[in-house]
Nanobody, 120 residues
Framework: QVQLVESGGGSVQAGGSLRLSCAASGYTFNSYCMGWFRQSPGKERERVANIGGDGNTYYAESVKGRFTISKDNAKNDLPLQMNSLKPEDTAIYYC??????????????WGQGTQVTVSS
């Protein structure tokens, strides 16, 4: 079955960096959309960034220029490099995957999440 396991979360001061990883298994890695979402207390889950099998990327406006999503096909990994972190980036970050239908992705599979805390 499909499994997504996040790692790399932690606590950092504002302006710092973290690199999240998502180890994927149970499916052909490059056949699904993959992305990162986040959720903080009292807020809805939001899409942070995603990447398609063709390499096209999407970033939320709030993270453009600071976060970079990529795919490591050799390791079945989905890194998210986060630079210039802000306190408002504090959230649980989730890795997600799913098939693409037309221009949309069906986020059918989710990891357990990893906590990112940014202090001012």
């Amino acid at each position: 079955q499909v499994q997504l396991v996040e790692s790399g979360g932690g606590s950092v001061q504002a302006g710092g960096s973290l690199r999240l990883s998502c180890a994927a298994s149970g499916y052909t890695f490059n056949s699904y959309c993959m992305g990162w979402f986040r959720q903080s207390p009292g807020k809805e889950r939001e899409r942070v960034a995603n990447i398609g099998g063709d390499g096209n990327t999407y970033y939320a406006e709030s993270v453009k220029g600071r976060f970079t999503i990529s795919k490591d096909n050799a390791k079945n990994d989905l890194p998210l490099q986060m630079n210039s972190l802000k306190p408002e980036d504090t959230a649980i970050y989730y890795c997600a995957a799913g098939p693409k239908y037309g221009s949309s992705c069906a986020w059918a599979y989710w990891g357990q999440g990893t906590q990112v805390t940014v202090s001012s």
